[in-house]
């Protein structure tokens, strides 16, 4: 599968984003699908993850109640509704797809990677 991140920006601290995520090929649906972060400096870390039916999410706690993770697999899209942004949720956001059966936060389940969509926020 190949993934096409979009929607980044600049945007203003309580501020909202969406990002989306294309997705090629026939079998989407039975990926489990992520959001990860890097900030400037340091490491790559989970955001978001959403089961292959879209039924079950899971968050990091710094973006619980804030973000939205969702999909659509008729479309092959996945989606992170980002609201009440703050200057430390700046940074690369990337999709990742995991063949996996359960909800995955660690980057080495993931094998397919987009190529990440810069999110910053100001204060």
């Known amino acids: 599968v190949q993934l096409q991140a979009s929607g980044g920006g600049l945007v203003q601290a309580g501020g909202s984003l969406r990002l989306s995520c294309a997705a090629s090929?026939?079998?989407?649906?039975?990926?489990?699908m992520g959001w990860f972060r890097q900030a400037p400096g340091k490491d790559r870390e989970f955001v978001a993850a959403i089961s292959t039916s879209g039924g079950r999410t899971f968050y990091a706690n710094d973006v619980k109640g804030r973000f939205t993770i969702s999909r659509d697999n008729a479309k092959n899209m996945v989606y992170l509704q980002m609201n009440s942004l703050k200057p430390e949720d700046t940074g690369v956001y990337y999709c990742?797809?995991?063949?996996?059966?359960?909800?995955?936060?660690?980057?080495?389940?993931?094998?397919?990677w987009g190529q990440g969509t810069l999110v910053t926020v100001s204060s």
């Open positions: 090929g026939r079998t989407f649906s039975r990926y489990v």
């Open positions: 990742a797809a995991a063949l996996s059966v359960t909800i995955a936060t660690k980057e080495f389940a993931y094998g397919y």
